[in-house]
């Protein structure tokens, strides 16, 4: 029995699609709540004096539950969710662990943040449509018949052979005074980042761990949108040097490493970076999607790095200058955007209007970015309710 939409309406089933549409979601919904509520309880808590971060996070959710389902359908009649997910499997793509979780439980968070405010707008046809999207793209970047990394112990290894082929092979040996000479550019570049996104932890990713030959293990670290980029602030940025980078991070073969489904590494010993023992830089600018990764000089990384610190203290000032709520739309507008890459893949990012905030109704506005810590959440409640 077919659960798509009927006339490409994301919100109307055909009549005797609603019953199975139902339990998949359900069963959607079971997979997805164990997983988001040990993220959740195992992410480090930031609090930020300058950026309004859970009051954006609330206004892209309710946004997302809003909007996705119409942009998601839009998305999958330009292209299948396998096909984009197979896309993905490669570097220098956004579409990655992180922003598909991001599809997924945005949508479902902003469900239920609307739930208490008017529980007429949620139906089972729209949750399926956002759903079913993010499970077959799920399936198809993960390559197997998991919709989470912390379903096969927390492994992320969507590149080919190749690829990992590729990437090691450049990867040179590393000693103390290089290894200090990356880590202090790996620290300045993802705190660039972390600010660019305003003050949140998605513009790199990692992928892996990957098994080299003789025993090694290889972490794949994508940079993503590191210059000017369709963020309204990014031309701050504009004299970073390369857009995405990608890192090849050899380790030691006693280092026992796993990847959550946000794409950060865990390590044992917990400072896996004394353990690196080969690195190799790439980008993958200019670089047609299937194509190898352009290898670049530990000059560029270092370039890259002051670039970035340059750029990172002027948005620091202009975010200073910016009122509440400028910044809460800027947060807004990344998470919200997580669904673009998938839209680029597609080819219909211009298609979709990603304005945010935006259909947010004008009297909860001010309700939901109030600066209050969110309430408790019971730990033997699920995170995201089973329709009955």
Sequence with gaps: ?????????????????????????????AAINPVTSHLVAE?????SQLIPVTPYVTVSCIEAFLRYPEAVARIAAAMSPEEIGAAARRPGCQADSVFLWGIANFFLIGRNVMAMVDPTLDSVQRTHTVLDFWARASHAYRGGPHLHAAEVGNRIEV????????????????????????????????????LLYFDTRVGHADTGPYRLEDGRTMIVRDFYR???????????????????LTAALVLDPEVEVSITDYGTTISSPEDYLEHLSG???????????????????????????????VAQRQHYRDIVAMDRDERIACGAYVYFTFLRPFAEIAGVADEIDWTCPRDTPADLYPLVTTDMEPPERDPDVDVYPAYA
């Design 43 to 47: 992410r480090t808590s930031y609090s």
């Design 159 to 194: 590149l080919s052979p190749d690829m990992v082929t590729h990437l090691a092979a450049g990867a040179r040996a590393v000693d103390d005074e290089r290894r200090d000479r990356i880590r202090r550019a790996n620290a300045t570049i993802i705190n660039h980042l972390f």
């Design 226 to 244: 590191l210059g000017e980029s369709d963020f309204s602030w990014s031309g701050v940025a504009a004299g970073v040097p390369f857009r995405n």
């Design 1 to 29: 029995m077919s659960c798509d939409p009927v006339g490409g309406d994301p919100g109307v089933l055909s009549g005797g699609a609603d019953e199975t549409a139902r339990e998949q979601v359900n069963s959607w919904l």
């Design 279 to 309: 690195f190799g830089l790439y980008t993958t600018d200019g670089v047609a999607p299937g194509g190898l990764p352009v290898p670049l000089s530990d000059q560029d990384l270092e370039a890259t790095a002051a670039a970035a610190k």
